[in-house]
């Protein structure tokens, strides 16, 4: 069946430590996204991938950096530069931009938190 | 001003009920509209989309009021398992999607 991993699920971490979310896709999408979710809050986009070796920045990309190497992988690392790093990350994907019909195909979430 | 407000809630409403969400958006620009929904410590899940004229899906009907600036959500013959977060979604001129902060719904037996 085609869809998002995500993995760890979940992920404890020490101050000053980087961690890498990897994100796997099997749809055939062009485009992948990461977003940040904490309680109380909408997602909040931190980076975005519309075609392979390349991404931009969303709304919140300080502290984080990304990789699209390949079309089907688009793993987050979470740097010691993230100041607020605790939160619920998701990785997500659609057809082409964000598609016609807006939808975009969600992976399980990965739970990060730092100690 | 957030770009997309949603009434966090919670809803609480009995099994049977009617029950509507309401939100609003920011950029005038906005070009559409979605519905997700997300069960708890769960991903969203595209519930549905939003047209100008008005749509609906079995129980739930969505509208769009563009001088307003709001869009709704109705649910009918509210079930159990239609307990969740429903999230609304904006996508704008720049083409990425902005999400609200989610109204949270509970229906009691």
């Known amino acids: 069946d085609g869809g998002i991993t995500q993995s760890p699920k979940y992920l404890f971490r020490k101050e000053g430590q980087n961690v890498t979310l990897s994100c796997e896709q099997n749809?055939?999408?062009?485009?992948m996204y990461w977003y940040r979710q904490d309680p109380g809050q909408g997602l909040r986009l931190i980076y975005y991938?519309?075609?392979?070796?390349?991404?931009q920045k969303g709304d919140i990309a300080e502290g984080y950096s990304v990789s699209r190497e390949k079309k089907e992988s688009f793993p987050l690392t979470v740097t010691s530069a993230q100041k607020n790093p605790t939160a619920f990350y998701l990785c997500?994907?659609?057809?082409?931009?964000?598609?016609?019909?807006?939808?975009?195909?969600f992976g399980e979430g990965s739970r990060l938190t730092v100690l | 001003r957030k770009e997309v407000e949603q009434d966090p809630g919670p809803f609480n409403v009995p099994e049977g009920a009617t029950v509507a969400f309401n939100c609003t958006y920011s950029?005038?620009?906005?070009?559409?509209f979605f519905w997700y929904r997300q069960d708890c410590r769960k991903e969203p899940k595209l519930l549905m989309s939003?047209?100008?004229s008005g749509n609906e899906d079995g129980r739930f009907t969505a509208q769009l009021n563009r001088a307003s600036q709001y869009i709704s959500l109705l649910i009918r013959d509210s079930k159990l398992s239609d307990s969740a977060t429903y999230l609304c979604?904006?996508?704008?001129?720049?083409?990425?999607?902005?999400f609200g902060s989610g109204t949270q719904l509970t229906v009691l037996p």
């Open positions: 749809l055939n999408h062009d485009a």
């Open positions: 991938s519309q075609i392979v070796n390349d991404f």
């Open positions: 950029n005038s620009a906005s070009q559409s």
């Open positions: 979604v904006v996508r704008g001129s720049a083409r990425q999607l902005t």
């Open positions: 939003v047209y100008s």
């Open positions: 997500a994907s659609s057809i082409v931009g964000t598609g016609r019909t807006g939808e975009l195909f």
